[in-house]
């Protein structure tokens, strides 16, 4: 019997999204390496298939769904198929985001509110649409990805740093109301992370180049998705259950 339940216990059900690159695709593979099943979600569903069928080809069950986490629709569609192939939900890293670089005076409407619909509500639909299957099995660990933009204001960035300043609320809001069901919800606020999309921003001169930025690092050097996916992994062991409504920044001691 107790071997039946490390079994289950060591495959659980996690649902990945931005999970085709970048820190992303980091969580996947540490999700996937601890034994856990993995849904790769991503807006590019070919790079998710991708993804999947290298996690599988390593021995893990996996599944990809293409996903916009903006339309409610399309997250409830993704979420429903990975309860029809793997099973309930009961890991979610919500890591699918979207950057922007804009002076605050030059900030359209529209621009504010297709950073928040991402960033913001993305995270919230994706919560509401895999949160009832741990509610029923009273266990479950959800970390979202938020910046450290949010911990000490963005400049040009007003829009990013105030989705993902709403993404540590929510969290911590998530943390209280959902604890009496065995739920933790924490939250990592990576800076200065080596990413593809990073890097699209150094190459349009949006961010410094990589000598520049590390020299604001302590630990002196970019992070990189393995390091956010590593504190991830733990936030989602049996091991963290008595850790909730946190924000771990994973920052070479950037911010502090």
Request: with cysteine.
């Amino acid at each position: 019997m107790s071997t039946n339940t490390s079994e289950q216990r060591a495959r659980r059900v996690a649902v990945v999204t931005g999970g085709a690159s970048g820190i992303g695709r980091s969580v996947c593979e540490q999700l996937a390496a601890a034994g856990h099943r993995v849904a790769v979600l991503d807006l590019d569903g070919e790079a998710a298939h991708a993804v999947a069928g290298e996690l599988g080809a390593g021995g893990a069950d996996a599944v990809a769904c293409q996903v916009d986490v903006a339309d409610r629709e399309s997250v409830d569609t993704a979420v429903g198929k990975v309860r029809s192939e793997l099973g309930p939900v009961d890991i979610l890293v919500t890591s699918a985001g979207k950057a922007a670089f804009e002076p605050f005076l030059d900030i359209t409407l529209e621009a504010w509110n297709n950073i928040l619909a991402v960033n913001l509500t993305g995270t919230f639909h994706c919560v509401q649409a895999a949160i009832t299957d741990m509610v029923e099995a009273r266990w479950g660990r959800i970390v979202t990805i938020s910046s450290s933009s949010a911990q000490r204001g963005s400049p040009r960035m007003a829009h990013y740093a105030a989705s993902k300043g709403g993404v540590i609320t929510l969290t911590k809001s998530l943390a209280r109301e959902f604890a009496p069901f065995g739920i933790t919800a924490n939250t990592i606020p990576p800076s200065t992370i080596d990413t593809p999309m990073a890097r699209q921003s150094q190459s349009v001169g949006d961010l410094p180049g990589a000598e520049v930025m590390i020299k604001a690092i302590p630990l002196g050097r970019l992070g990189t998705g393995d390091d956010i996916a590593a504190a991830c992994a733990f936030l989602c062991s049996d091991g963290a259950g008595y850790i909730t409504g946190q924000v771990l920044g994973v920052n070479g001691g950037s911010v502090i």
